[in-house]
């Protein structure tokens, strides 16, 4: 079974970036899609984008214009470019296939705050 592994999260300042990865350990393209998940304290997991094997991204409304997602199939690996970061995007950042499996990684934090 691929196994999926998050990295990149950090602290950063409000109107910050961060750059997550997302390391495959088999191909990516075994799944139709593969997205970016987050999930914030007390709240549930949220789809945050996602991008298929054509190629086609989706982005959820809160950050549409923000985030840019996108892979490297050479490397089997996912990206999440995160821009002009907001305290609301503090949480757990996942990746997983859309829809998603049953088994989760660990997942990356990401905090924004001054």
């Known amino acids: 079974q691929v196994q999926l592994v998050e990295s990149g999260g950090g602290l950063v300042q409000p109107g910050g970036s961060l750059r997550l990865s997302c390391a495959a350990s088999?191909?990516?393209?075994?799944?139709?899609?593969m997205g970016w998940y987050r999930q914030a304290p007390g709240k549930q997991r949220e789809l945050v984008a996602f991008?298929?094997?054509?190629?086609?991204?989706n982005y959820a409304d809160s950050v549409k214009g923000r985030f840019t997602i996108s892979r490297d199939s050479a490397k089997n690996t996912v990206y999440l470019q995160m821009n002009s970061l907001k305290p609301e995007d503090t949480a757990v950042y996942y990746c997983?296939?859309?829809?998603?499996?049953?088994?989760w990684g660990q997942g990356t934090q990401v905090t924004v705050s001054s």
């Open positions: 088999g191909s990516i393209f075994s799944f139709y899609a």
């Open positions: 991008i298929t094997n054509g190629g086609y991204t």
């Open positions: 997983n296939s859309n829809p998603p499996r049953s088994l």
